[in-house]
């Protein structure tokens, strides 16, 4: 019977190559590597999307929405004050390992810690604020919110060190840890309180320990003499800078409504968005697969395969948007029946995935170190969006927050393509 099972299973498995290998004549890609490296990811992806799913639902089933929009405004402003944390450090970090620089982990983090602080000023800044205010539950959340910025943000770059090394089982396995760690933690506090600095806590705290104790396990695989890029620390920071107004950017619109129109419509606009990023999730399971991939090949042979690529993600994309559109109803009606106004507006956002294939071509970019390119991207992105946002809001409300995400991501890919495809 044994004999049975193993001879079934590895009837399986060449069954499976064989597939993989035909549809690379379709696809023009590495499927064997996408595959095995995908099958991690996507693992981590599932259980990341279930833990998400569960942590909604207590969400919208255990608090009102003045306090959950309230939660998702601090967390916005915490997303500002993390830029500091030179959030896009990872990226040079797997590009540096890809290429032989193991050492250049550490260093980085180090950075990260160091320019985090500036982030932890800032929450004390926006603390004072709401102190002179009289307001003393966001006094002391942004206090929270400035202890831990340094804890949690610096240390997940371990998965960036693990994509580059190829080894994404590893890097799965402590990002699901990491993940359900967190995600029961904060179901048990939405379960026994509806206070919102306990919520903080219990969001900040499992995150920074988990992330902590990873990074630690991380940095003992590293040899003391492997090679250090001075390069990927520069080009580390250069990209953080500039996500850093994309980063901001993509706060805004949430900041303006919890201003403009209360925390009330700041919890529907955000649950509007939560599957919609759920799927933003799967979707990009491919961009640490990726990055490895192309800094291996030169910019002429990337010019010429990567359109294909890009038809090839995008036709997928349109048939999971078409899918989620008509399930949307359904959906929110059985987990969020608090937020059935949210519908029509998640299905309506959910049409920027559409744009996803941009990261792609950015991702070719950062793997080529095109700085000058990727300035050009993000500076004339965020040029274009930051009064969209403004603007839209203003006039339409949550409408003019998802009617500026569209046109700008539509823009953003259209200048990406450009960059990236026309001659130098």
Not at 142 to 152: H, N
Not at 172 to 177: A, F, H, P, S
């Amino acid at each position: 019977m044994r004999i049975l099972k193993i001879y079934m299973i590895s009837k399986l498995q060449n069954k499976a190559k064989e597939w993989l290998l035909w549809s690379q004549k379709y696809t023009r890609t590495d499927m064997l590597y996408l595959a095995k490296g995908g099958l991690w990811l996507s693992l981590g992806d599932v259980i990341s999307a279930v833990l998400g799913l569960l942590t909604a639902i207590a969400f919208a089933n255990l608090l009102p929405q003045e306090i959950y929009g309230t939660y998702r405004y601090i967390l916005s402003i915490a997303g500002v004050l993390s830029i500091a944390s030179l959030n896009r450090m990872g990226t040079a970090v797997t590009r540096a390992v890809a290429r032989g620089f193991e050492g250049s982990f550490v260093p980085a983090v180090k950075a990260q810690q160091l320019w985090s602080l500036l982030g932890s000023i800032g929450g004390l800044a926006v603390a004072g604020y709401y102190f002179t205010q009289d307001n003393n539950t966001l006094t002391v959340s942004f206090l929270i919110v400035a202890l831990f910025i340094p804890l949690y943000r610096p240390f997940v770059t371990y998965s960036s060190y693990f994509s580059g090394k190829k080894l994404f089982n590893i890097s799965t396995r402590y990002t699901i840890i990491s993940h359900a760690i967190s995600a029961i933690v904060l179901i048990v506090v939405l379960y026994l309180t509806n206070n919102i600095l306990l919520i903080l806590l219990g969001y900040f705290a499992p995150l920074s320990i988990s992330s902590y104790t990873f990074y630690r396990i991380t940095k003992s695989k590293i040899q003391p003499d492997s090679k250090v890029s001075e390069e990927a620390l520069s080009f580390g920071k250069h990209l953080s800078f500039l996500g850093a107004i994309t980063a901001a950017i993509e706060q805004l619109d949430k900041i303006l409504l919890w201003h403009f129109l209360g925390a009330a419509s700041l919890a529907i606009y955000a649950f509007a968005l939560a599957p919609v990023h759920q799927m933003l999730g799967f979707i990009k399971l491919i961009l640490p697969l990726s990055l490895p991939k192309l800094a291996e090949k030169t910019k002429g042979d990337l010019k010429k395969t990567l359109p294909y690529k890009l038809f090839i993600m995008a036709g997928t994309i349109g048939i999971f948007v078409l899918i989620y559109i008509i399930a949307a109803p359904l959906l929110f009606k059985i987990l969020f029946p608090q937020y059935i106004e949210s519908v029509f507006y998640s299905q309506i956002f959910a049409l920027g995935l559409l744009t996803v294939p941009r990261n792609l071509i950015s991702e070719a970019l950062n793997a080529h170190g095109e700085t000058k390119k990727i300035y050009i991207l993000s500076l004339t992105s965020a040029t274009f969006r930051l009064p969209l946002i403004i603007i839209l809001v203003g006039l339409f409300g949550i409408w003019g927050a998802i009617y500026a995400y569209i046109i700008s991501s539509f823009f953003s890919l259209i200048l990406s393509a450009f960059l990236f495809f026309k001659r130098p």
